[in-house]
C-alpha cells in the first residue's frame, strides 16, 4: 500500500496538520498514520497558534514554573511561556518567571538533568510538552523522571494525543483519535497490518520518518 497524504484542520484552533496514511513503526508500537508537525514545531507563526491554543487549558488554573521540552517542542514552549506570563487578570502566573527545558537522554533513552538543569525541576511545578502522546509511555517516563528529581508533574500537552490520561494526569491536546476515526496504534506482535501481510513503509520517530 502507497503512503497517503491528507491534510487535516484542528476543531480547536486554526492549525492544518500535514497527515500520511500507511504503515508506520515507532519506537514503541505500530500505527497508522505519521502526523506530520514540522510546521508547527519548527515555524514560529505556526507554533504561536498551537501555544495560544494549549496555554488556554492552563492560563487561570494552572501554577507552572517549567515547561518539560519533548519532541523538539521549544519553540512552542517558549510562545506558551510568553503567553502564559504576560498580564492579564485571567493568567495566574502573569508576570511571572518561566523555565523552558529539554532534558538529557542517556543512550538507554533514559530521561536524565545535570546538577545545572535540575534545580530547574527541584521544587517546581513542571507541564510536559509533546507533539504526540500515543502509548504514553514516554510521557510515563518524563513523570516518574520529573518526580525523581523532586519536581510534580502538573499537565500533558500535546498537538496529537490518542490517549486521554497519563499517570493520572489529564493530557490537553488539539487533534485526538476523533479527528481521525480510523487511527490504530498497536503493539507490534498485535499488529493488524502485520497480521494481514502488509509491510511496513517507514520508521517514524519525533524527527520525522525513513521510508524502507
Sequence with gaps: MSMEQIKHPSSKADIVLNITRGHFATGHSHINYYIDVTAQKFCL??????AQALAREYKAVTLIDTILCLDGTEVIAACMA??????????????QDMNVLTPERTVGSQLIFRENTAPLINGKNVLILMASVSTGYTAKS????IAYYGGHAVGIASIFASVKEVGGLPV??????KDLPDYMTSDAPDCPLC??????????NSFGYSKL
Aim: with cysteine; net charge negative.
Design 45 to 50: 507563526s505556526e507554533a504561536r497558534k498551537v
Design 82 to 95: 510568553s503567553e502564559m506570563t504576560k498580564a492579564g487578570y485571567m493568567n495566574i502566573n502573569q508576570d
Design 142 to 145: 518524563a513523570i516518574e523522571t
Design 172 to 177: 490537553n491536546c488539539l487533534f485526538d483519535p
Design 195 to 204: 497480521r494481514a501481510g502488509q509491510r511496513l513503509d517507514a520508521i517514524v
